[in-house]
């Protein structure tokens, strides 16, 4: 087998040394280069050099028809057999560099394992290496590989052409299928490090086994859109194959080819199972990322030939010989010519730094021969038949062809410079299933649930009413609170109960912000004002009703001010327990913006469009365990409420403004108010529509409904003693008003009496009355002193009185006697007749002081003799 090889590597040198021809008149110094490929027989090596061998004669044969200084040398190569074995390898170059002649510089380098071991032996040895086949990503580290070169383009600028591909089409979920080797594996790494750093999301990398439809089928189960393969040209029939049978293609995927091969797709060229227009209808829209072979100009290059000519060039030698076409030829052609442009740019050097030195005799060290030739390939540019060739750290600088399958045919849609890191491409040749690229995943559009503002503004408008309402019974407690008898405690308790009601009813106003419209910080201080303004406002108008249940339940077994002491500790007993859990809660566990995402709806006219709901509202991180506190305590209260409230349903109270059912309904309107109002909320907490509707439709009812039934008979009856009021007022005034009239006509009707009379006193002589008159009053007196005595000493005796005379009653003596009595009477009586006080006033009828008044007067008012007419004159 060592003897064969040995043979074989004779054969082509002597090839290569032929395909030369003669030597020119003109001497040529020669520059010894070792040539390291796998000669020895094994699958795929020979064809290989066979198939690169007629493009390094062509670059040679160029050579040596160039003008000096570069037609002063002549590359002479020295093939080493590799066998694609690192340690064998090493040793055939240990073994050349020890028989000599000196060598500068090595060309070639096939198999990944062997170059990566050499590249790092390069510096020890004071040599450099120009490749035509290192591609692999590792080899682009140049504190390792410095002295490294290569003309084919690394399969990093594939990755890197991927990457770019991908960011303009913002894709950022990808899935891999990789085909086993060396090389793939190499670049499969690079590609998920630089997919990660350019925060493109790997769901799925799958590798191609025997079974290559269960890989396949892997990458749609992950729900994978956008497919990256590298795999080898001869794979391409049966992975498609699998991607049609498992209808991996159409609108919705978008296939990725980037093996970083050289030649274009044979699909069908492999039994796969599958129809030729199977493979093209699944293969349609794919785009694959491939290296140019051939300059895409027509010009001449360096070597005077242009890249149709080289390729024609080559083709004839190679079907002379009958081997295959190799994907590397044009790199190699270009490779031998940036070895000879290096080594004849330093050997000018050499030559003329030894000839026209100062010192004579002088010589260039062999460690400074290397530095040069190192830097003259770094600085090598010219136009060679794959494009311009140049270098940067170490690697190839080209453009990497974007083709896109379409029909049955490649199609030019883009390019990607290595130098530029620039991405272009020409839009009109794009072609894809849909109206736009494929998605990366599920297109999920996010829409927030919040409350509208017709819904805002309707709820809002009702909890504004309640609050006038509240707030009008508050004024009307606190301006009659003489009259308020709603309750043994008085108005005080009754404020409290009004002061919850507003509370609780400002919440709603709170809760149905938007809060996208506000800051982290103003969204959380309304968090805590609407969770103590709901809680704090709900406690203290339970403890309210519930202090005024328990002291109509404790009316038969406790004094009232053992009952008022009670009560108000009940109240603020309720109120602290309330505080204190909610400053807990405050301080240790403090509410913030939660988003919480909802069902997921999709879309009718896509499929591949869904939409995520989420809303935001107030949480904490142990939320549950807080409102399990909460409701721990409230709720057992709820229950002894009710409870009291059913015990006094049929109680019958002094005071009617108390009453035990409007107690006992409230009491339980409370507590199925309240236990809906949570069930609610948590139900629908999934929708910020519907929960703040139904939460604050609970509230106000609740509200309302214990605002009605407490204080609404009380303001009714205070409307009825009102009217009752004014009702009584006016009948007091139409009484006056008639009696005024008929007090009216009888001084009319005196009045005309007492001028009777006057008259007639005046007929009569003045004189002779007097004198009458007091003759009377003296018998009148004797008649009564003796009558009275016999009446004292013997009731039994009786004395004959003479009726009275008839004619002397009307007698101008008594006459005079009754006017005398009555004129003071008629004087101050009737008063308010002749318009001394107001006959529509009152008071005289309605105070004591004016009887008294009225009785001093009479009494005032009668004379002795008017006493003697018995009490109905005086």
Not at 8 to 25: D, H, S, Y
Request: charged content about 20%.
């Amino acid at each position: 087998m060592e003897r064969g090889g040995r043979v074989e590597a004779f054969r082509l040198l002597l090839v290569c040394w032929l395909a030369v021809g003669p030597a020119p008149a003109q001497v040529r110094h020669p520059l010894p280069v070792l040539w390291m490929m796998p000669v020895s027989s094994g699958p795929g090596r020979e064809n290989l050099t066979a198939a690169v061998a007629p493009a390094v004669r062509l670059a040679l044969q160029d050579l040596q028809r160039q003008p000096p200084p570069l037609g002063n040398y002549e590359v002479q190569l020295q093939l080493l057999d590799s066998q694609c074995d690192p340690a064998k390898s090493l040793k055939a170059l240990f073994d050349a560099m020890w028989a000599g002649p000196k060598y500068l510089l090595v060309f070639g380098g096939v198999c990944p394992s062997v170059t990566a071991l050499i590249g790092r032996s390069l510096p020890a040895l004071h040599l450099v290496q120009v490749s035509f086949a290192a591609s692999s990503p590792s080899l682009s580290n140049r504190k390792w590989y410095g002295n490294l070169f290569s003309t084919v383009p690394s399969d990093r600028a594939l990755n890197q052409a991927t990457v770019k591909l991908l960011q303009r089409f913002k894709w950022s979920r990808v899935g891999l299928i990789t085909q086993e080797g060396a090389r793939r594996s190499e670049m499969k790494k690079d590609l998920i490090r630089q997919l990660l750093k350019a925060d493109v999301q790997v769901v799925s990398t799958e590798s191609l086994s025997e079974d290559v439809c269960s890989s396949v089928r892997k990458l749609k189960e992950s729900d994978v859109r956008i497919i990256i393969a590298q795999f080898k040209e001869d794979s391409a029939s049966e992975v498609f194959c699998c991607a049609y049978r498992l209808n991996l293609f159409g609108v919705r995927y978008q296939w990725i080819i980037a093996d970083g091969g050289a030649a274009g797709w044979r699909l069908g060229w492999q039994a796969s199972g599958c129809t030729a227009s199977s493979l093209m209808t699944a293969a349609d829209g794919s785009i694959r990322l491939q290296i140019r072979q051939l300059s895409s100009t027509n010009t001449p290059g360096v070597s005077g030939r242009t890249p149709q000519d080289y390729q024609d060039s080559y083709l004839r030698q190679l079907f002379q010989e009958g081997s295959e076409v190799s994907p590397l030829h044009s790199f190699a052609y270009d490779a031998v010519w940036v070895i000879a442009k290096a080594l004849g740019q330093v050997m000018e050097a050499v030559r003329h730094r030894e000839k026209f030195s100062i010192q004579r005799n002088v010589t260039v060290s062999e460690v400074q021969v290397h530095r040069m030739l190192q830097e003259a390939v770094r600085q090598t540019r010219f136009e060679g038949v794959t494009g311009p060739v140049f270098f940067r750290n170490g690697e190839r600088m080209t453009s990497i062809e974007m083709i896109q399958f379409q029909g049955s045919s490649g199609v030019l849609v883009g390019q990607f410079s290595t130098f530029s890191q620039q991405l272009r491409l020409m839009n009109h040749l794009l072609k894809f299933k849909g109206p736009g690229p494929a998605r990366d995943q599920t297109l999920v559009l996010l829409q927030r649930q919040h409350v509208s503002l017709l819904l805002y503004s309707i709820v809002s408008s009702a909890a504004g009413l309640t609050i006038i309402i509240t707030l009008t019974v508050l004024f009307l407690t606190i301006i009659n609170r003489k009259h308020w008898l709603l309750g043994s405690s008085g108005g005080s308790q009754d404020e409290l109960l009004l002061m919850g009601v507003l509370l609780s009813s400002s919440s709603v106003l709170i809760s149905g912000l938007d809060g996208a419209l506000l800051s982290n910080w103003t969204f959380e201080l309304l968090c805590s004002v609407r969770l103590w303004t709901l809680s704090v406002g709900h406690t203290v108008g339970f403890a309210v009703l519930f202090a005024k249940t328990w002291r109509v339940y404790s009316l038969c077994s406790i004094k009232q001010e053992q009952r008022r002491q009670r009560a108000g500790r009940v109240v603020l007993g309720m109120f602290l327990l309330d505080v204190l859990v909610l400053t807990s809660w405050q301080i240790l566990d403090p509410l913030r913006r939660v988003v919480l995402q909802h069902n997921v709806e999709t879309e009718a006219a896509d499929q591949d469009v869904i939409v995520r709901l989420y809303s935001e509202h107030c949480g904490s991180t142990n939320m549950e365990l807080w409102l399990t506190a909460v409701y721990g305590y409230k709720g057992p209260l709820l229950g002894l409420g009710c409870f009291l409230a059913w015990s006094i349903r049929a109680v019958q109270l002094d005071r009617p403004a108390v009453s035990s059912q409007h107690l006992t309904l409230s009491m339980f309107a409370v507590m199925a108010f309240s236990v809906s109002g949570a069930s609610g909320s948590l139900l629908t907490s999934h929708n910020p529509p519907v929960q703040f509707c139904v939460t604050s439709v609970l509230i106000l009812c609740c509200n309302v409904f214990t605002v009605s039934w407490l204080f609404g008979p009380q303001c009714w009856r205070l409307k009825g003693s009102e009217l009752q009021s004014e009702a009584a007022e006016g009948d007091d005034e139409e009484q006056l008003s008639r009696l005024n009239q008929q007090l009216k006509s009888l001084t009319a009707q005196l009045d005309l009496e007492i001028e009777t009379i006057a008259m007639q006193l005046r007929e009569t002589s003045e004189p002779e009355l007097h004198h009458k008159m007091r003759a009377r009053d003296d018998g009148d007196v004797r008649a009564v002193t003796s009558t009275h005595a016999a009446q004292v000493c013997s009731e039994d005796t009786s004395s004959e009185q003479k009726p009275p005379n008839p004619d002397g009653l009307n007698s101008p003596e008594h006459v005079w006697r009754r006017l005398s009595v009555q004129l003071p009477i008629l004087h101050h009586s009737y008063l308010p007749a002749v318009g001394g006080v107001s006959a529509s006033s009152s008071s005289l009828f309605g105070s004591r002081e004016a009887f008294v008044h009225h009785d001093l007067l009479l009494t005032t008012s009668c004379t002795p003799d008017a006493t003697q007419l018995g009490p109905s004159y005086c």
